[in-house]
């Protein structure tokens, strides 16, 4: 170029190389952004405030309520009851939000949707429903309808025309979900994204799905229960470790604000076999029995069952009475201990439950009704101290409980520990709370 096109000189054009950050050679030049950048003191943070949905088990799981904007996966086995839930929230934010909220459906007809919603009595002026398999059609709906909450069941069922791939697969997946994560952010619109499993309980798709939305829940549930659990995985707007408890029916579902009376069997008589430990699920303590039964002397293996329990802590459990304590022979005979309720209990302070629970089913001694155990059992027959003693014990304590054996350092004298109303003992072994636990059954 001979002339300069903006002052008109002949040749003052220069040649000159252009320095800056490169993407695949290419040079990247900066741009006026939509929205300059202001001190945070100055922006307001109401629009993030999270509304409640109407389900109190739910709001608890996700800090308080769905966070407009927000998009939120929740991934659960086939039949757990995702659909239910999210039609009842669905229900419940067009009744009490103001503002319409919309269901679509990738899997179900609308017709099939109604069903339920009649059988559930979730029947709302300002709950929307369309069944639709392409993500065109679904942003067409979000024109029309505007809603304040959209609920897509389920995210592998939708598919774009712009990208390569079956429905489901990877590359559509993703692109899907960053299409409507955009949107969400955009028009201030909360969304649940209901995700597939695959068979060993994982989030099916690519893993960068859980990184692009802002919170993972896990649906739990056996099929042969009617308890049902939201399990927070990934929360940027709250604990990340909080458990919403629910209950299935034939009307649909139901949050449980109060579930330890599940996990308990109440006797007219103590019945050996049988003893009481607070497990944590997130934040929550929950009441739990364990039960143990000990079978007939058999030759050669005997067999190990286990329900809702960890097989391998048993077995550990197994392997330290037989050999701390005495008048118990287990290495022969067949040994079956299962939790009440269909909750399953992993974590190491049932250690000392699950030991009295097989010693009082091996000597047919029934431990005291009013008495729950909490504590790790190590190998060599030591209990172990585990965290939040306070909140187990207040939470046995509210239900009744007047007698807790716990870990050395967990007593009434540590700071914070053991309820007015309950007599809370140390038990630094497993022989020692045997002892103390005859002592209280001969009370």
């Known amino acids: 170029m001979g002339r300069c096109p903006e002052c008109g000189e002949w040749g003052s054009v220069v040649e000159c190389t252009i320095t800056g950050p490169t993407v695949s050679g290419r040079v990247v030049s900066s741009r006026m952004p939509a929205e300059p950048a202001r001190p945070i003191a100055t922006i307001s943070a109401a629009p993030a405030r999270a509304r409640p949905t109407g389900v109190g088990e739910l709001d608890r799981v996700l800090g308080g309520g769905l966070v407009p904007g927000a998009v939120v996966l929740l991934a659960g086995e086939p039949g757990v009851g995702k659909s239910t839930l999210l039609l009842d929230v669905a229900q419940q934010w067009a009744a009490g939000a103001g503002s319409p909220s919309l269901v679509v459906s990738g899997e179900e007809s609308v017709s099939q949707v109604r069903l339920r919603a009649e059988r559930m009595g979730t029947l709302h002026d300002q709950l929307f429903l369309a069944a639709e398999s392409d ?36 590359t559509q997946v993703r692109a899907v979900t960053a299409a409507l994560v955009a949107v969400a952010k955009e028009r201030g619109v909360a969304t649940v994204l209901v995700g597939h ?22 649906f739990e549930g056996d099929k042969h229960s009617s308890l049902r659990m939201v399990r927070g995985v990934k929360n ?110 992993v974590e ?33 027959g030591e209990v172990r101290r585990v965290g939040a003693v306070p909140r187990r014990l207040a939470e046995a304590a509210r239900l009744g409980f007047r007698l807790a054996l716990v870990p050395p350092g967990c007593g009434p004298t540590s700071a914070g520990a053991g309820p007015e109303q309950m007599r809370v003992i140390e038990v630094t072994d497993v022989r020692s709370a045997l002892q103390a636990a005859a002592r209280a059954s001969a009370e």
Not at 198 to 211: F, I, N, S
Not at 281 to 299: C, K, N, P
Not at 348 to 374: K, Q, R, T, Y
Request: charged share 15%.
């Open 135 to 170: 993500l065109a059609a679904v942003l067409g709906h979000l024109d029309a309808v505007k809603p304040g909450l959209l609920v897509l069941d389920s995210v592998q069922t939708i598919s774009t025309t712009g990208t390569e791939g079956v429905p489901g697969g990877v």
């Open 197 to 218: 499993v695959t068979k060993d309980g994982q989030v099916a798709g690519p893993r960068v799905l859980e990184h692009l939305v802002d919170v993972v829940l896990h």
């Open 348 to 380: 190491p302070a049932a250690d000392l439950a699950v030991a009295l629970a097989v010693a009082s089913g091996g000597l047919n001694l029934a431990i005291a009704p009013h008495l729950v155990a909490i504590g790790e059992v190590g190998l060599t």
């Open 236 to 345: 940027r707007f709250g604990a990340a470790d909080e458990v919403g408890c629910f209950e299935m029916h034939e009307g649909g579902i139901s949050s449980l604000a109060d579930p330890s009376g599940l996990f308990l069997t109440r006797y007219s008589e103590p019945v050996p076999g049988t003893c009481v430990t607070v497990a944590m699920e997130g934040r929550r303590a929950l009441l739990t029995e364990v039960q143990a039964l000990i079978g007939a002397t058999v030759a050669g293996s005997p067999r190990r069952t286990v329900s809702g329990l960890d097989s391998a802590r048993l077995a550990m459990v197994l392997a330290v009475l037989q050999r701390r304590t005495e008048r118990l022979t287990l290495h022969d005979r067949e040994v079956f201990a299962a939790t009440v309720g269909g909750i399953r209990v």
